[in-house]
């Protein structure tokens, strides 16, 4: 009797390993990034999924592409295979529809400190009018005039965010505190947004920005130089500085008024840009260009994923050249003495 009692007993504790055995969970989970933004804490398979996966609705009718036909007169790849876009590049129907149903968010950060408010209105009109139209977006205003802001008409799901920040009475430590202010509110809307834009206040858009653009690490092409040889390139060249650019090293110059990408990839660039100003501000050295000199510094060591052509970021000055089908984004016509807090 009392060792049939045991025999079951045993049965039961072997039956209890077997259980527990077959319902173990053996794989490893720790290969799946783990980091503490909201969206991250979705399964690696769905980030890669929101993020890579381009899906275009059924039965979409637009024009064939091709492989053998198209832009002839510029150069549409970088040799690290970064697109370059250009107008006729692209199908921004295609795109727009394949981002739609991705429910994306875009911030667009703009300084407006000082005299610089006077900008505001026209770009925020334009913004509406050709940023990221039909797209959820939040446009973060950085002033110190608060009261200021112009109240302009945005359609749903569009909205424009004020911050306040200290006035200053040297342009180049507003320029210079940008990237922080990028990091800092990169860090508060990781959770509700997805890419960010980082543009100039005196600049307005003429035509269409939108999903195009989107990308990992975004840089824009600099329309004063990209016909030139990169020794003529305004890069920090001096040794001691963190921009420091080699003479014979670098791609392209990029613009320091438009950039973006991925919330992490340009927090990421923003926060190094601010550790190395900061670094070199206490030895006593600025460079050339302020954070447009790191950025190109950054930009020749983290390649970006995709570049965009100068119809990005023209100039009002700049007679328009032949490559440049569309100006999309230009910097105004303004006098430095006039608006600046010092020369
Ligand atoms: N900025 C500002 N107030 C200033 C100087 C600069 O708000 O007194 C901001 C503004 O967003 C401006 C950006 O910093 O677009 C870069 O400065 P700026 O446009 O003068 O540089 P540039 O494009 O002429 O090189
Ligand atoms: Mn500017």
Redesign the pocket.
């Given at each position: 009797m009392f060792n049939i009692r045991v025999l079951i007993l045993l049965l039961v504790l072997l039956l209890g390993i077997l259980f527990v055995y077959l319902h173990h969970e053996w794989r490893p989970t720790s290969f799946i990034p783990q980091t503490n933004t909201h969206r991250d804490r979705l399964s690696a398979e769905v980030t890669v999924n929101q993020i890579f996966h381009l899906v275009a609705p059924d039965h979409l009718k637009y024009k064939q592409p091709s492989i053998v036909h198209g832009r002839t007169d510029v150069v549409t790849l970088a040799p690290w295979l970064a697109p370059v876009i250009w107008e006729g590049t692209f199908n921004p129907v295609l795109l727009d529809s394949i981002y739609q149903s991705k429910n994306i968010t875009v911030a667009a950060t703009?300084?407006?400190?000082?005299?610089?408010?006077r900008?505001l209105k026209k770009f925020l009109e334009t913004a509406e009018r050709f940023f990221f139209v039909g797209f959820r977006v939040n446009i973060y205003v950085?002033?110190d005039r608060p009261k200021e802001v112009p109240r302009v008409q945005m359609s749903a799901g569009r909205k424009v965010v004020v911050h306040s920040v200290p006035s200053?009475d040297r342009?180049q430590e507003?320029?210079a505190r940008?990237m922080e202010l990028i990091q800092n509110l990169i860090e508060e809307v990781q959770n509700s947004t997805d890419y960010i834009f980082c543009?100039?206040?005196?600049?307005e858009f003429h035509g269409r920005w939108g999903s195009e653009s989107l990308g990992g690490l975004v840089a824009v092409i600099h329309p004063g130089y990209y016909r030139d040889d990169r020794g003529r390139f305004p890069y920090e060249r001096r040794p001691a500085s963190r921009a420091y650019v080699a003479d014979g090293e670098g791609d392209f110059y990029y613009?320091?008024?438009a950039f973006g990408g991925l919330l992490q990839e340009v927090h990421l660039l923003a926060k190094t840009c601010h550790l190395n100003f900061k670094a070199d501000a206490e030895e006593g050295i600025e460079a050339a260009?302020q954070e447009?000199s790191h950025l190109n510094r950054y930009m020749w060591i983290n390649k970006p994923s995709k570049i965009l052509s100068p119809e990005y970021l023209w100039q009002d000055f700049k007679p328009r050249n032949p490559e440049i089908h569309i100006i999309r984004f230009s910097?105004v016509v303004?006098n430095?003495a006039d608006?600046?807090?010092n020369v």
């Open positions: 703009v300084f407006a400190v000082g005299k610089y408010i900008f950085f002033t200053s342009w507003i320029s940008r543009l100039d206040v005196d600049s613009c320091g008024g260009w447009e910097g303004k430095y608006i600046r807090p």
